[in-house]
């Protein structure tokens, strides 16, 4: 039972860490905090959900239509809602802020135009291989979920520290002008970053509705504000924050369950974050961006 | 921005309501004439439902069963209803602002709706103090109708169903020990636990543990992992059909093949869509069984069917009476007036409708048998 919760905390924080992996990215460059990333996030479920309930196609083909469309979203996102914001005079530094909320208030009533409301079902066959071990019951989702997000984590460490559209894109974070004038194409950067994140999103999209076979227009708002509060958590534009602090969420939320009262899940969980951030304010991996 | 546009959004339905209350008017005027000349006893009936937002699912399944019986009562001749349908989405302060523009309005005789029971709670004290006969088609938490003599309902409240399946599910299973679940942030669920619980202490059930989960939650395996390890007998689900359906396939992938007793909110067939075979052992009682062996029924079923494409569920089945019960209370008051209508709504006695027999007791409230039903190989059946 121990380890079967212990799963159970892995699988969420995982997700969570995934979610708060596309916040941090757009954060530690733009300095934006995108509240449009979880109706991202929701639309990348709901295309799995197109794609393998509605026309029967296999789960590769979800995953990559998942990842073209919130890339694509991602890509408009950034053309019509950030980038007309940026180096004008005048515009207040919670412009974007706002402008991406107007997107998440958009796009969850777009999906609940299309898709309609309530909860689809998410039938994959994959979603259903499962082992036993003794008296636990393994999901290989919860597997995939797992390094899935470890991955990730890796690669963007790697990308981001090691290869120069990684070194050009640190460069923009850390001043935009001076990184044009030493030849970084600062709006290709931009675009580039916000569109990986966006496809990140669209990746956990498909792996929650997976994982717990539940997908609603709504489900943007809740996880997109945990992405939020676990990357202030991990610190600001910190990659392995943004996973440790996803799995610390994660498991503080399940093992409130397992010994407390369910009723005070989330508030137990937030109390962790205050008090984390009381001994830390910088957040647990503090910097301004990793390396 | 969006304040002005709500704004102008007002204005523009207050002059509509304007323009809409004059043509009322006129058409009372007429009414008159038509009633002196021996006819029908004609009525607006305002509708307050749930037709834009999460739950539209709920407004849309009302407003098609209020629909056909409309047509149906017209169609009759003794009875002339006008619906006059208002979008409440699911919020209080939009029912109310629904209502009171009904209210308002000269020709609305009675309202039917809201939907939820927190928005009744907010337009049942309202309509009571305007004196204007209202009654619920889907509010099922406790102490509706006691909101006031002008306050009604045909839907079957919790009190009743919750603990009418627990009895049958106890006496089957030979259940001694539960685990119950309930949504903490939603007054419907919460007032379903309070039930399930006050029931299962009754009956001397032991409650293992009380685990609670939040609207639009989509992770339930902590919860669920804790249930398991507890090993009940019996799993009470204070869910509305979303959460609960997932709660369900959640359940049965972890390998809790337990039965599940529900509310009325986890009474509908999108359970078995959303969930499939995890659905089965889901045991509700509800006041309609759409495969029932009744003329009446049957009828309806078909009509419903041919007309909207898909099968009736309790909710289109509610509002369906309760347009019916209305009919019949117009046509004993003879005339639409809303005190008229009032009394003759209190003595609606051995009313036979699809639901099967139902009265109202002195308070407004529902006096009926519910059928408790069990979902089997993918469907619901009588549970015996």
């Not at chain 1, 934006?32 to 026309?55: P, Y």
């Not at chain 2, 209370?329 to 209508?341: F, I, M, Q």
């Amino acid at each position: 039972m121990l380890i079967e919760q212990l799963i159970n905390g892995i699988t969420l924080g995982s997700i969570y860490a995934i979610v708060a992996l596309g916040f941090t990215l757009v954060f530690g460059v733009l300095g934006i905090i995108n509240m449009a990333h979880g109706e991202i996030f929701m639309f990348g479920a709901f295309i799995g959900v197109v794609v393998t309930s509605t026309f029967k196609g296999p789960l590769w083909l979800a995953f990559l239509a998942a990842i073209t469309v919130t890339a694509a979203m991602g890509y408009l996102l950034e053309r019509f809602a950030l980038r007309p914001l940026r180096n004008k005079q005048g515009v207040s530094h919670l412009a974007p802020l706002i402008s991406t909320i107007g997107v998440s208030i958009l796009l969850e009533n777009l999906s609940h135009h299309i898709f309609g409301p309530g909860n689809h079902p998410f039938r994959a066959s994959f979603a259903e291989i499962s082992f036993q071990i003794g008296s636990i019951t393994v999901y290989l989702v919860q597997i995939v979920i797992f390094v899935i997000s470890v991955l990730l984590m890796y690669a963007l460490s790697f990308w981001l520290g090691k290869t120069k559209a990684g070194k050009a894109l640190r460069a923009t974070a850390e001043n935009l002008e001076t990184a044009s004038l030493l030849g970084v194409d600062v709006k290709r950067t931009i675009t580039m970053t916000v569109i990986i994140a966006s496809a990140m999103g669209g990746i956990a999209g498909i792996l929650v509705g997976m994982a717990f076979n539940s997908v609603t227009p709504q489900m943007g708002l809740s996880i997109g504000l945990k992405g939020l509060a676990i990357i202030i958590l991990g610190g600001m534009g910190n990659v392995k924050g943004a996973m440790a602090g996803g799995l610390i969420l994660g498991l503080a939320e399940t093992f409130v369950v397992v010994y407390g009262d369910s009723g005070y899940k989330d508030a137990i969980a937030f109390a962790a974050i205050i008090i984390i951030l009381l001994i830390r304010p910088q957040g647990l991996f503090g910097q301004k961006i990793s390396a | 921005m969006r304040k002005q546009l709500k704004k102008f959004a007002q204005f523009t339905a207050l002059s509509s309501l304007l323009v809409l209350s004059a043509c009322g008017g006129n058409q009372a005027a007429g009414d008159e004439d038509g009633e002196s000349s021996g006819g029908a006893v004609k009525a607006d009936i305002g509708v307050i439902s749930y037709i834009s937002g999460p739950g539209a699912a709920y407004g849309e399944a009302i407003t098609n069963g209020l629909k056909l019986a409309q047509e149906e009562i017209n169609g009759k001749g003794e009875v002339e209803i006008n619906l006059v349908i208002e979008d409440s989405a699911g919020k209080q302060d939009q029912a109310l602002t629904a209502a009171q523009k009904l209210m308002n309005s000269e020709n609305v005789t009675a309202i039917i709706g809201p939907t939820l029971s927190t928005e009744m709670n907010v337009v049942g004290p309202e309509a009571d103090l305007n004196g204007v006969p209202i009654m619920g088609t889907s509010t099922t938490a406790e102490g509706i109708p006691q909101i006031g003599d002008y306050v009604f309902r045909n839907s079957l409240p919790e009190a009743l169903a919750i603990p009418a399946a627990l009895d049958k599910a106890i006496e089957k299973y030979d259940a001694k020990k539960v685990a119950i679940l309930y949504g903490n942030d939603d007054v419907f669920t919460k007032s379903g636990f309070d039930t399930m619980k006050k029931a299962a202490e009754e009956k001397g059930l032991e409650i293992l543990t009380i685990e609670t989960f939040q609207k639009g939650q989509s992770d339930y395996n902590a919860q669920l992992t804790k249930i398991k390890g507890l090993k009940p007998d019996l799993i009470l689900a204070s869910a509305l059909y979303n959460e609960g359906a997932v709660i369900m396939d959640q359940a049965r992938k972890m390998g809790i093949d337990v039965p599940f007793v529900g509310g009325n909110g986890f009474n509908s067939p999108e359970v078995i869509n959303i969930a499939g075979d995890a659905a089965n052992g889901l045991i509700v009682a509800t006041p309609w069984y759409g495969e029932k062996e009744d003329d009446k029924v049957k009828e309806f079923v078909g009509k419903f069917e041919e007309e909207y494409g898909k099968k009736p569920d309790q909710f289109a089945a509610q509002a369906y009476d309760a347009l019916y019960i209305m009919a019949e209370a117009l046509k004993n008051a003879g005339e639409a007036d809303r005190d008229a209508l009032r009394d003759a709504l209190a003595e609606v006695k051995g009313f036979n409708g699809i639901l099967g027999e139902f009265s109202f007791d002195e308070e407004g409230d529902v006096v009926m048998d519910p059928t408790v039903l069990v979902i089997e190989g993918g469907a619901f059946k009588e549970f015996n």
